[in-house]
T-cell receptor, first 116, second 110 residues
Framework: DGGITQSPKYLFRKEGQNVTLSCEQN?????MYWYRQDPGQGLRLIYY???????QKGDIAEGYSVSREKKESFPLTVTSAQKNPTAFYLC???????????????FGDGTRLSIL | KNEVEQSPQNLTAQEGEFITINCSYS?????LHWLQQHPGGGIVSLFM???GKKKHGRLIATINIQEKHSSLHITASHPRDSAVYIC????????????FGKGTLLTVNP
Protein backbone atom coordinates (compact mmCIF):
# COMPACT_ATOMS: atom_id res chain seq x y z
CA ASP A 1 0.00 0.00 0.00
CA GLY A 2 1.18 3.50 -0.75
CA GLY A 3 1.75 5.84 2.12
CA ILE A 4 4.06 7.94 4.24
CA THR A 5 6.42 6.38 6.77
CA GLN A 6 7.85 8.41 9.61
CA SER A 7 10.48 7.04 11.94
CA PRO A 8 11.07 6.73 14.75
CA LYS A 9 7.70 7.08 16.47
CA TYR A 10 9.34 8.35 19.65
CA LEU A 11 12.67 10.15 19.85
CA PHE A 12 14.62 11.51 22.77
CA ARG A 13 17.30 14.16 22.52
CA LYS A 14 19.87 15.42 24.93
CA GLU A 15 20.51 19.11 25.25
CA GLY A 16 22.89 20.33 22.53
CA GLN A 17 22.34 17.40 20.19
CA ASN A 18 21.05 17.45 16.65
CA VAL A 19 18.52 14.78 15.73
CA THR A 20 17.10 13.76 12.37
CA LEU A 21 13.53 12.66 11.77
CA SER A 22 12.90 10.44 8.79
CA CYS A 23 10.05 10.78 6.30
CA GLU A 24 9.63 8.50 3.28
CA GLN A 25 6.74 8.33 0.82
CA ASN A 26 5.95 5.89 -1.97
CA UNK A 27 3.02 7.85 -3.37
CA UNK A 28 5.12 9.42 -6.13
CA UNK A 29 4.15 12.82 -4.76
CA UNK A 30 6.11 15.87 -5.80
CA UNK A 31 5.58 18.02 -2.72
CA MET A 32 6.50 17.19 0.86
CA TYR A 33 5.97 19.10 4.08
CA TRP A 34 7.02 19.13 7.72
CA TYR A 35 4.67 20.37 10.42
CA ARG A 36 5.02 20.85 14.14
CA GLN A 37 2.10 20.29 16.51
CA ASP A 38 2.03 21.65 20.06
CA PRO A 39 -0.76 21.13 22.61
CA GLY A 40 -3.63 23.54 22.07
CA GLN A 41 -2.23 24.86 18.79
CA GLY A 42 -2.89 24.18 15.17
CA LEU A 43 -0.24 22.55 13.00
CA ARG A 44 2.46 24.94 11.89
CA LEU A 45 4.56 24.60 8.75
CA ILE A 46 8.31 24.21 9.26
CA TYR A 47 9.59 23.52 5.73
CA TYR A 48 8.19 22.36 2.45
CA UNK A 49 9.62 21.08 -0.80
CA UNK A 50 7.93 21.20 -4.18
CA UNK A 51 10.59 19.31 -6.16
CA UNK A 52 13.85 17.47 -5.59
CA UNK A 53 16.80 19.63 -4.54
CA UNK A 54 14.55 22.53 -3.67
CA UNK A 55 12.87 23.50 -0.41
CA GLN A 56 11.40 26.59 1.20
CA LYS A 57 11.04 27.84 4.76
CA GLY A 58 7.65 27.74 6.36
CA ASP A 59 6.41 29.80 9.28
CA ILE A 60 8.73 28.38 11.96
CA ALA A 61 11.92 27.26 10.20
CA GLU A 62 14.41 28.63 12.74
CA GLY A 63 16.41 25.84 14.38
CA TYR A 64 15.48 23.28 11.72
CA SER A 65 17.08 22.09 8.48
CA VAL A 66 15.93 19.78 5.68
CA SER A 67 17.21 18.15 2.52
CA ARG A 68 15.44 16.75 -0.53
CA GLU A 69 17.96 14.65 -2.43
CA LYS A 70 15.37 12.09 -3.51
CA LYS A 71 11.71 12.46 -4.43
CA GLU A 72 10.74 9.85 -1.84
CA SER A 73 12.61 11.28 1.12
CA PHE A 74 12.44 14.53 3.10
CA PRO A 75 14.38 14.24 6.38
CA LEU A 76 14.10 16.95 9.03
CA THR A 77 16.99 17.80 11.34
CA VAL A 78 16.21 19.47 14.63
CA THR A 79 19.36 21.35 15.52
CA SER A 80 20.64 22.48 18.89
CA ALA A 81 19.60 25.99 17.87
CA GLN A 82 15.94 25.01 18.29
CA LYS A 83 15.33 26.08 21.85
CA ASN A 84 12.03 24.34 22.41
CA PRO A 85 12.08 21.18 20.30
CA THR A 86 9.70 19.07 22.37
CA ALA A 87 6.69 18.58 20.09
CA PHE A 88 4.90 16.22 17.76
CA TYR A 89 6.24 16.34 14.20
CA LEU A 90 4.16 15.39 11.20
CA CYS A 91 5.31 14.85 7.64
CA UNK A 92 2.93 15.16 4.70
CA UNK A 93 3.02 14.91 0.93
CA UNK A 94 0.87 15.89 -2.00
CA UNK A 95 0.88 16.01 -5.74
CA UNK A 96 2.08 19.43 -6.75
CA UNK A 97 -0.87 21.14 -8.31
CA UNK A 98 -0.04 23.57 -11.04
CA UNK A 99 -2.19 26.53 -11.98
CA UNK A 100 -3.59 26.81 -8.49
CA UNK A 101 -5.28 23.42 -8.48
CA UNK A 102 -5.89 21.88 -5.07
CA UNK A 103 -4.42 18.60 -4.02
CA UNK A 104 -5.09 16.84 -0.72
CA UNK A 105 -2.20 16.27 1.64
CA UNK A 106 -1.45 12.80 2.96
CA PHE A 107 0.04 12.58 6.45
CA GLY A 108 2.35 10.19 8.24
CA ASP A 109 1.79 8.91 11.79
CA GLY A 110 4.18 11.43 13.31
CA THR A 111 7.27 11.44 15.51
CA ARG A 112 7.10 12.58 19.12
CA LEU A 113 10.34 14.30 20.15
CA SER A 114 11.23 14.85 23.79
CA ILE A 115 14.22 16.43 25.50
CA LEU A 116 16.02 14.42 28.17
CA LYS B 1 -3.44 36.75 7.84
CA ASN B 2 -5.96 33.95 7.58
CA GLU B 3 -7.35 32.81 10.89
CA VAL B 4 -9.19 29.53 11.27
CA GLU B 5 -11.50 29.15 14.23
CA GLN B 6 -13.16 25.90 15.24
CA SER B 7 -16.00 25.34 17.64
CA PRO B 8 -16.51 23.74 19.99
CA GLN B 9 -13.03 22.98 21.33
CA ASN B 10 -14.32 19.91 23.14
CA LEU B 11 -17.45 17.88 22.50
CA THR B 12 -18.81 14.91 24.40
CA ALA B 13 -21.70 12.91 22.98
CA GLN B 14 -23.59 9.71 23.58
CA GLU B 15 -23.45 6.97 21.01
CA GLY B 16 -26.03 7.54 18.30
CA GLU B 17 -26.16 11.32 18.60
CA PHE B 18 -25.84 13.70 15.65
CA ILE B 19 -22.60 15.69 15.84
CA THR B 20 -21.77 19.08 14.33
CA ILE B 21 -18.34 20.70 14.35
CA ASN B 22 -17.94 24.20 12.95
CA CYS B 23 -15.11 26.01 11.21
CA SER B 24 -14.90 29.70 10.32
CA TYR B 25 -12.14 31.44 8.43
CA SER B 26 -11.31 35.04 7.67
CA UNK B 27 -10.05 35.35 4.08
CA UNK B 28 -10.83 33.96 0.67
CA UNK B 29 -9.83 30.36 0.16
CA UNK B 30 -9.49 27.91 -2.68
CA UNK B 31 -10.18 24.78 -0.63
CA LEU B 32 -11.06 23.61 2.85
CA HIS B 33 -9.96 20.33 4.39
CA TRP B 34 -11.40 18.30 7.23
CA LEU B 35 -8.89 16.01 8.90
CA GLN B 36 -9.19 13.38 11.62
CA GLN B 37 -6.43 12.76 14.16
CA HIS B 38 -6.65 9.65 16.34
CA PRO B 39 -5.00 9.36 19.79
CA GLY B 40 -1.89 7.78 18.25
CA GLY B 41 -1.32 11.01 16.37
CA GLY B 42 -1.62 10.03 12.72
CA ILE B 43 -3.85 12.23 10.57
CA VAL B 44 -6.30 11.10 7.93
CA SER B 45 -7.83 13.39 5.35
CA LEU B 46 -11.63 13.15 5.44
CA PHE B 47 -12.75 15.75 2.93
CA MET B 48 -11.44 18.46 0.66
CA UNK B 49 -14.10 20.82 -0.62
CA UNK B 50 -14.39 24.18 -2.26
CA UNK B 51 -18.17 24.47 -2.55
CA GLY B 52 -21.39 22.77 -1.61
CA LYS B 53 -21.48 19.49 0.23
CA LYS B 54 -19.73 16.13 0.33
CA LYS B 55 -20.80 12.90 1.98
CA HIS B 56 -18.86 9.79 2.88
CA GLY B 57 -20.63 7.16 4.92
CA ARG B 58 -21.87 8.80 8.12
CA LEU B 59 -19.80 11.94 7.57
CA ILE B 60 -21.07 15.04 5.80
CA ALA B 61 -19.11 18.22 5.13
CA THR B 62 -20.63 21.47 3.95
CA ILE B 63 -19.15 24.81 3.07
CA ASN B 64 -20.65 28.28 2.59
CA ILE B 65 -18.12 30.38 0.72
CA GLN B 66 -20.03 33.65 1.18
CA GLU B 67 -20.24 33.20 4.95
CA LYS B 68 -16.70 31.75 5.18
CA HIS B 69 -17.99 28.82 7.20
CA SER B 70 -17.89 25.05 7.04
CA SER B 71 -19.47 22.31 9.12
CA LEU B 72 -18.62 18.68 9.64
CA HIS B 73 -21.54 16.47 10.62
CA ILE B 74 -21.43 12.92 11.95
CA THR B 75 -24.67 10.98 11.93
CA ALA B 76 -25.31 8.06 14.31
CA SER B 77 -22.07 8.72 16.17
CA HIS B 78 -20.06 5.78 17.50
CA PRO B 79 -17.25 5.52 20.08
CA ARG B 80 -14.79 4.82 17.25
CA ASP B 81 -15.51 8.35 15.98
CA SER B 82 -13.70 9.69 19.05
CA ALA B 83 -10.80 11.73 17.73
CA VAL B 84 -9.61 15.27 17.11
CA TYR B 85 -11.18 16.83 14.04
CA ILE B 86 -9.14 19.53 12.34
CA CYS B 87 -10.20 22.13 9.82
CA UNK B 88 -7.56 23.51 7.44
CA UNK B 89 -7.86 26.03 4.63
CA UNK B 90 -5.81 26.80 1.57
CA UNK B 91 -5.72 30.46 0.61
CA UNK B 92 -6.63 31.29 -2.94
CA UNK B 93 -3.17 32.65 -3.74
CA UNK B 94 -1.26 29.66 -2.42
CA UNK B 95 -0.55 26.35 -4.09
CA UNK B 96 0.68 24.61 -0.99
CA UNK B 97 0.17 26.39 2.31
CA UNK B 98 -2.54 25.23 4.66
CA UNK B 99 -3.65 27.17 7.72
CA PHE B 100 -4.95 24.90 10.44
CA GLY B 101 -7.51 25.30 13.19
CA LYS B 102 -6.68 24.10 16.68
CA GLY B 103 -8.96 21.12 16.42
CA THR B 104 -12.09 19.83 18.13
CA LEU B 105 -11.74 16.93 20.53
CA LEU B 106 -14.75 14.64 20.14
CA THR B 107 -15.50 11.94 22.67
CA VAL B 108 -18.38 9.58 21.99
CA ASN B 109 -19.43 7.51 24.97
CA PRO B 110 -21.12 4.12 24.60
Amino acid sequence: DGGITQSPKYLFRKEGQNVTLSCEQNLNHDAMYWYRQDPGQGLRLIYYSQIVNDFQKGDIAEGYSVSREKKESFPLTVTSAQKNPTAFYLCASSRYGTGGSNQPQHFGDGTRLSIL
Amino acid sequence: KNEVEQSPQNLTAQEGEFITINCSYSVGISALHWLQQHPGGGIVSLFMLSSGKKKHGRLIATINIQEKHSSLHITASHPRDSAVYICAVKSGGSNYKLTFGKGTLLTVNP
